[in-house]
C-alpha cells in the first residue's frame, strides 16, 4: 500500500468511498458541498489517498481522508477506508501520514465521530480505531446530516 496526496482524478474514487458509509453520515454522493470540500482539499494538498502498491492510476482507492488545521488545533474532517480494506492497517497509514504531514506542535489533533449512542459507533469501528491511535473522548458536538449523535475525539500533539 501506497499513501500518497490525492490528485483530481481521485474525485470519483472519492466520491465511490462516500457511497459506501452514506448510511452512516449521511447523503454525500449527490451534495455539491461534499464535492466542494473535496475538491478544495485537492487543491490545498491537504487529501491523501491510500492506493495498493503498484495501482493503475484512477483506481479504487483503500481509503481517503481530508485535513485541515487553524493551528495550534489540527483537524481530520474525514475518514474513509473502502469496506475491503477495513481491518487492514489502512486507516492507521493514512492518520500517521496525514501527522507526519501536517501536524507542527504542540496543539491538539481533533476528528468529529459518532456519538456512543449511534449505530455506527460499534458498527464502524471508528470510536475504538480513535482510542487505539490515543484519542480520547471530549464534548458531543452537533448531530450529522442523518440526525445521528456525534463527538469530539482529542489528541495531543508535541
Same mark, same amino acid.
Given at each position: 500500500m501506497i499513501v500518497r496526496l490525492a490528485r483530481e482524478r481521485d474525485l470519483?474514487?472519492?466520491?465511490?468511498?462516500?457511497a459506501q458509509v452514506e448510511h452512516w453520515f449521511g447523503p454525500m454522493v449527490g451534495d455539491p458541498g461534499f464535492r466542494d470540500a473535496v475538491d478544495a482539499h485537492l487543491r490545498e494538498s491537504t487529501a491523501l489517498a491510500a *492506493?495498493? %502498491?503498484?495501482?493503475?492510476?484512477?483506481?479504487a482507492l483503500l481509503g481517503g481522508l481530508l485535513f485541515g488545521a487553524?493551528?495550534?488545533v489540527h483537524h481530520v474532517h474525514w475518514? *474513509?477506508? %473502502?469496506?475491503?480494506?477495513?481491518g487492514t492497517g489502512v486507516g492507521r497509514a493514512l492518520m500517521a501520514e496525514a501527522v507526519r504531514?501536517?501536524?507542527?506542535?504542540?496543539?491538539?489533533?481533533e476528528v468529529v465521530t459518532f456519538g456512543a449512542d449511534h449505530p455506527g459507533a460499534v458498527t464502524s469501528g471508528a470510536r475504538a480505531f480513535y482510542e487505539r491511535l490515543g484519542f480520547?473522548?471530549?464534548e458531543p458536538t452537533a448531530p450529522g446530516p442523518?440526525?445521528?449523535?456525534r463527538q469530539i475525539y482529542r489528541r495531543s500533539v508535541r
Open positions: 470519483a474514487a472519492f466520491t465511490a468511498l462516500a *492506493v495498493p %502498491s503498484g495501482a493503475d492510476p484512477g483506481s487553524e493551528p495550534p475518514l *474513509v477506508i %473502502s469496506e475491503e480494506a477495513r504531514r501536517f501536524v507542527r506542535g504542540p496543539g491538539t489533533l480520547t473522548p471530549a442523518e440526525g445521528g449523535s
